[in-house]
T-cell receptor
């Protein structure tokens, strides 16, 4: 199994809603990532978890809250988002988190109204 | 600012032609990776080249790395319509542990 599974594929939410994005991998990878990608732009790193501990937070606003319940799961909790947060949110994993290749999920296309 | 800058931003070719895109970066790197992204989908890893390597091949893909010029190129030979996608380079800084993506090249292969 070399897949990273993200749910939901699409999400529309209002600015007062609370929602969560989910990501799962069963490759035994110990590093997991959240990226944000706007249309026609490169992915921008948001968070990195290494061995279930948050190792990188790229100064992401607190309305985005990551959680790593175990080594296979990664969540991104969303609250009080702004319309400019609308983007494709990508989850990725890698073996150890030392700059080796990333395996990406298909993403969640988020629209904030 | 982005570590990698890609050139050209967009490329349109006929099926069967070769496609070449370039990536330039600013600081010393540990490795450089190329990824492909189909519209609205996740990225797929293509090739990783380390700073002590100069060239790597994978099927119809050829990647070169020139650390003296801080640049890399990706060549897709005998392109197919299915190669239509955005291609991103990503660099791992020599003293870092996170990849930084370049702006990407959008490739259109016309049948």
């Amino acid at each position: 199994d070399t897949e990273v599974t993200q749910t939901p594929k699409h999400l529309v939410m209002g600015m007062t809603n609370k929602k969560s994005l989910k990501c799962e991998q069963h490759m035994g990878h110990r590093a997991m990532y959240w990226y944000k990608q706007k249309a026609k732009k490169p992915p921008e790193l948001m968070f990195v978890y290494s061995y279930e501990k948050l190792s990188i937070n790229e100064s992401v606003p607190s309305r985005f809250s990551p959680e790593c319940p175990n080594s296979s799961l990664l969540n991104l909790h969303l609250h009080a988002l702004q319309p400019e947060d609308s983007a494709l949110y990508l989850c990725a994993s890698s073996q150890e988190g030392h700059g080796e290749k990333l395996f990406f999920g298909s993403g969640t296309q988020l629209s904030v109204l | 600012s982005q570590q990698g800058e890609e050139d050209p931003q967009a490329l349109s070719i006929q099926e069967g032609e070769n496609a070449t895109m370039n990536c330039s970066y600013k600081t010393s790197i540990n490795n450089l990776q190329w990824y492909r992204q189909n519209s609205g989908r996740g990225l797929v890893h293509l090739i990783l080249i380390r700073s002590n390597e100069r060239e790597k091949h994978s099927g119809r893909l050829r990647v070169t790395l020139d650390t003296s010029k801080k640049s890399s190129s990706l060549l897709i030979t005998a392109s197919r319509a299915a190669d239509t996608a955005s291609y991103f380079c990503a660099t791992l800084k020599a003293a870092g542990n996170k990849l930084t993506f370049g702006g990407g090249t959008r490739v259109l292969v016309k049948p």
